[in-house]
């Protein structure tokens, strides 16, 4: 089984998620956490100093023991002063002999070690929770009197970090819900045109073009559809376009090799034959092999054209006197059909860089349809001019024409316009499409005029 394409990228993401979220909670955490303990020791500092400030201006120590005594007794705040040899003055609690020396013995190393005056105690003592501990000398005069000392409890502080962290969590928990469900939503809306595509191509490569892909949107997948649309579209052509070339072929074949089989057949059967009717039967199954000879050249021209392994052996040529020596090499077939060719040029020495044997071909295939077409006592038109650049070759006869709704199709393979009318079985109809691919291959343009009855104009554009 092959790994799904959504479940990459929800992984992916989960990952992903799983990494950011967690950063953020912790970096939020301990900020906010660190901001807390800066708040209270800040508070600490100052209860101390407020103290401090009232002994110092010399206001009477029991009137400021009254105040600590009435104001902390009520909190969970222990305030207690020490003289310069760390006796107990006064203490805002009832006090146990443990904990006081507990907290003189504390105060007295801090001053001897000079250390800080802030510090969060967490062992020692029975606190469930941490404690704060923090002193503060008197002076006065510039001489030491005592010590205040405060021990607060972090029950406040504890509480709120407990509550922050519960909250962090439950927002990152619900952030990562939300995230994982909308990737695999969204990883399922893309997957599914994607397996919808992969589902139709499979069916195509089996042979099935008929098949619809119902996919429209306009976004890359939309994209892909259309060209995996377009490609079946032309499978389907190109399918049918050899099925329908085949079976052209094998008919345009049967024909003549019936005609030959059953000539010969005559021929072998009959006890004795007379000379006239030998010949006569020769001459039928000569032609029909010349048939089937022209047919299979034609052929392997045209697909040698097409799939474009021709190089064409291009050389400057005079194009009035290749013109002339194609039309000397046709003269027998003209004066058979009694019609005459008669050759134009708008100035001398035209000249064009062609391949003359190939280009040959084209010229021959359009001035045999001429022939062909043309009743007996016609006359053939070549003119042959340059325009802005190129030299534009017109061979005009006029035959029997073409009918206005038949030109486009007439450069198709096997395309003859009425097979009915084409004269003892003329051509196969492959002689136009040759025309076609190599005036293309020259990089030129051939184009047709034509009047039903009255005549045809083929002009090759170089
Ligand atoms: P092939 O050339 O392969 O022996 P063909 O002449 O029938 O056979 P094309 O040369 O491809 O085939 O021509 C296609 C069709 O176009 C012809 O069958 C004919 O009906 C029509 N056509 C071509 N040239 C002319 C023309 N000069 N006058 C009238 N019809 C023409
Ligand atoms: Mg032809």
Same mark, same amino acid.
């Given at each position: 089984?092959?790994?799904?394409?959504?479940?990459?990228?929800?992984?992916?993401?989960?990952?992903?998620? +799983?990494?950011?979220?967690?950063?953020?909670?912790?970096?939020? @955490?301990?900020?906010?956490?660190?901001?807390?303990?800066?708040?209270?020791?800040?508070?600490?500092?100052?209860?101390?100093?407020?103290?401090?400030?009232?002994?110092?201006?010399?206001?009477?120590?029991?009137?400021?023991?009254?105040?600590?005594?009435?104001?902390?007794?009520?909190?969970?705040?222990?305030?207690?002063?020490?003289?310069?040899?760390?006796?107990?003055?006064?203490?805002?609690?009832?006090?146990?002999?443990?904990?006081?020396?507990?907290?003189?013995?504390?105060?007295?190393?801090?001053?001897?070690?000079?250390?800080?005056?802030?510090?969060? +105690?967490?062992?020692?003592?029975?606190?469930?929770?941490?404690?704060?501990?923090?002193?503060?000398?008197?002076?006065?005069?510039?001489?030491?009197?005592?010590?205040?000392?405060?021990?607060?409890?972090?029950?406040?502080?504890?509480?709120?970090?407990?509550?922050?962290?519960?909250?962090?969590?439950?927002?990152?928990?619900?952030?990562?819900?939300?995230?994982?469900?909308?990737?695999? @939503?969204?990883?399922?809306?893309?997957?599914?045109?994607?397996?919808?595509?992969?589902?139709?191509?499979?069916?195509?490569?089996?042979?099935?073009?008929?098949?619809?892909?119902?996919?429209?949107?306009?976004?890359?997948?939309?994209?892909?559809?259309?060209?995996?649309?377009?490609?079946?579209?032309?499978?389907?052509?190109?399918?049918?376009?050899?099925?329908?070339?085949?079976?052209?072929?094998?008919?345009?074949?049967?024909?003549?090799?019936?005609?030959?089989?059953? @000539?010969?057949?005559?021929?072998?059967?009959?006890?004795?034959?007379?000379?006239?009717?030998?010949?006569?039967?020769?001459?039928?199954? @000569?032609?029909?092999?010349?048939?089937?000879?022209?047919?299979?050249?034609?052929?392997?021209?045209?697909?040698?054209?097409?799939?474009?392994?021709?190089?064409?052996?291009?050389?400057?040529?005079?194009?009035?006197?290749?013109?002339?020596?194609?039309?000397?090499?046709?003269?027998?077939?003209?004066?058979?059909?009694?019609?005459?060719?008669?050759?134009?040029?708008?100035?001398?020495?035209?000249?064009?860089?062609?391949?003359?044997?190939?280009?040959?071909?084209?010229?021959?295939?359009?001035?045999?349809?001429?022939?062909?077409?043309?009743?007996?006592?016609?006359?053939?038109?070549?003119?042959?001019?340059?325009?802005?650049?190129?030299?534009?070759?017109?061979?005009?006869?006029?035959?029997?024409?073409?009918?206005?709704?038949?030109?486009?199709?007439?450069?198709?393979?096997?395309?003859?316009?009425?097979?009915?009318?084409?004269?003892?079985?003329?051509?196969?109809?492959?002689?136009?499409?040759?025309?076609?691919?190599?005036?293309?291959?020259?990089?030129?343009?051939?184009?047709?005029?034509?009047?039903?009855?009255?005549?045809?104009?083929?002009?090759?554009?170089?």
């Amino acid at each position: 089984m092959k790994k799904k394409l959504s479940n990459k990228i929800t992984f992916f993401v989960l990952g992903i998620l +799983v990494i950011v979220i967690s950063f953020m909670v912790l970096f939020t @955490y301990h900020t906010f956490k660190n901001f807390y303990k800066g708040q209270l020791s800040i508070e600490v500092i100052e209860e101390l100093a407020t103290f401090t400030k009232l002994l110092e201006e010399g206001i009477d120590e029991s009137l400021v023991s009254r105040l600590i005594i009435e104001k902390d007794t009520q909190r969970d705040i222990y305030i207690l002063y020490f003289n310069e040899n760390f006796n107990l003055i006064f203490s805002s609690h009832q006090l146990e002999a443990e904990k006081l020396k507990n907290y003189q013995k504390w105060v007295a190393m801090q001053v001897d070690d000079g250390g800080e005056q802030v510090h969060y +105690v967490d062992t020692g003592m029975d606190f469930h929770i941490p404690h704060v501990w923090a002193y503060q000398s008197v002076e006065r005069n510039g001489v030491i009197e005592g010590y205040f000392f405060i021990d607060r409890d972090t029950g406040d502080f504890e509480k709120a970090k407990q509550q922050l962290a519960i909250l962090l969590l439950s927002m990152g928990l619900f952030t990562l819900l939300i995230g994982v469900l909308l990737t695999i @939503y969204l990883t399922k809306v893309i997957s599914k045109p994607l397996i919808t595509i992969g589902k139709t191509t499979r069916e195509i490569a089996k042979g099935d073009f008929d098949i619809q892909l119902s996919i429209s949107t306009d976004d890359e997948v939309g994209q892909l559809a259309e060209d995996i649309r377009e490609m079946t579209k032309q499978l389907k052509e190109f399918r049918d376009s050899k099925r329908e070339f085949i079976s052209h072929i094998s008919h345009d074949l049967r024909t003549p090799v019936t005609y030959i089989k059953g @000539y010969s057949a005559i021929m072998r059967d009959l006890p004795e034959i007379n000379e006239a009717d030998l010949r006569r039967n020769l001459d039928v199954i @000569y032609n029909e092999s010349k048939r089937i000879e022209s047919l299979v050249t034609d052929l392997f021209q045209l697909t040698k054209l097409e799939e474009g392994r021709i190089v064409l052996e291009k050389e400057l040529t005079d194009i009035t006197l290749w013109i002339e020596s194609i039309i000397a090499s046709r003269q027998l077939m003209l004066d058979h059909q009694s019609i005459t060719c008669h050759v134009t040029a708008s100035s001398e020495n035209i000249k064009a860089s062609i391949d003359p044997q190939r280009l040959g071909q084209a010229v021959i295939n359009l001035i045999e349809n001429s022939i062909r077409y043309t009743p007996k006592n016609g006359l053939i038109n070549i003119r042959i001019r340059e325009e802005s650049g190129r030299v534009i070759i017109e061979i005009e006869d006029n035959g029997i024409g073409i009918p206005k709704e038949e030109l486009p199709k007439i450069w198709q393979r096997f395309y003859r316009v009425d097979k009915a009318r084409s004269r003892d079985r003329a051509g196969s109809g492959l002689g136009l499409a040759i025309v076609k691919e190599i005036v293309e291959l020259h990089g030129g343009q051939v184009n047709v005029k034509s009047t039903e009855g009255e005549g045809t104009v083929f002009s090759l554009s170089l």
